[in-house]
């Protein structure tokens, strides 16, 4: 089946911070967010934003490029913030726990296709590509995410 889209243009980072902010309300336990991009796609930026406005504090939120995973209490769900740039198998998923927070976490997930075919099938997916001076966000996910987004305000 072919994932929906929806397309953004995001000018600069506040815009991504933002975008971020709309969207961490309408995520729940078991929801999974793929972030791509190159380096310095915005994908960290993202997802400090967006943990930030989980919690509604102005949090440190560091990159887990060494630690690899950082969780967040959330009164609905712990949050992992993943970068799985440096995994070089997906075998080292299971040894960070991560299948059991697929269940009932909430996962940001930079990095995801080091996750082969352990990536949820249900995942939304946020692609992040520079375009002119900002860069273009695209969320690719089921007609039942790409709803959620609209319905919820985050794709303006």
Same mark, same amino acid.
């Given at each position: 089946?072919?994932?929906?889209?929806?397309?953004?243009?995001?000018?600069?980072?506040?815009? &991504?911070? @933002?975008? *971020?902010?709309?969207? %961490?309300? $309408?995520? !729940?336990?078991? =929801?999974?967010?793929?972030?791509?991009?190159?380096?310095?796609?915005?994908?960290? &930026?993202? @997802?400090? *934003?967006?943990?930030? %406005?989980? $919690?509604? !504090?102005?949090? =440190?939120?560091?990159?887990?490029?060494?630690?690899?995973?950082?969780?967040?209490?959330?009164?609905?769900?712990?949050?992992?913030?993943?970068? $799985?740039? !440096?995994?070089?198998?997906?075998?080292?998923?299971?040894?960070?726990?991560?299948?059991?927070?697929?269940?009932?976490?909430?996962?940001?997930?930079?990095?995801?296709?080091?996750?082969?075919?352990?990536?949820?099938?249900?995942?939304?997916?946020?692609?992040?590509?520079?375009?002119?001076?900002?860069?273009?966000?695209?969320?690719?996910?089921?007609?039942?995410?790409?709803?959620?987004?609209?319905?919820?305000?985050?794709?303006?």
């Amino acid at each position: 089946m072919t994932p929906e889209t929806a397309s953004l243009f995001l000018a600069d980072d506040a815009a &991504t911070a @933002a975008l *971020a902010g709309r969207v %961490a309300p $309408l995520l !729940r336990a078991g =929801d999974t967010l793929l972030l791509e991009g190159n380096i310095g796609a915005g994908k960290t &930026t993202f @997802a400090r *934003a967006l943990i930030r %406005a989980r $919690l509604g !504090r102005e949090e =440190d939120v560091p990159s887990p490029t060494f630690t690899l995973v950082q969780t967040y209490d959330d009164p609905e769900a712990e949050i992992w913030h993943c970068d $799985l740039y !440096r995994l070089t198998s997906p075998d080292e998923i299971l040894e960070l726990g991560l299948d059991a927070a697929f269940d009932d976490g909430i996962c940001l997930i930079e990095w995801p296709e080091r996750l082969g075919t352990a990536a949820p099938k249900a995942a939304l997916r946020l692609v992040l590509s520079p375009e002119g001076d900002g860069r273009m966000a695209r969320f690719e996910g089921s007609t039942a995410w790409i709803e959620r987004l609209r319905m919820g305000g985050a794709l303006g």
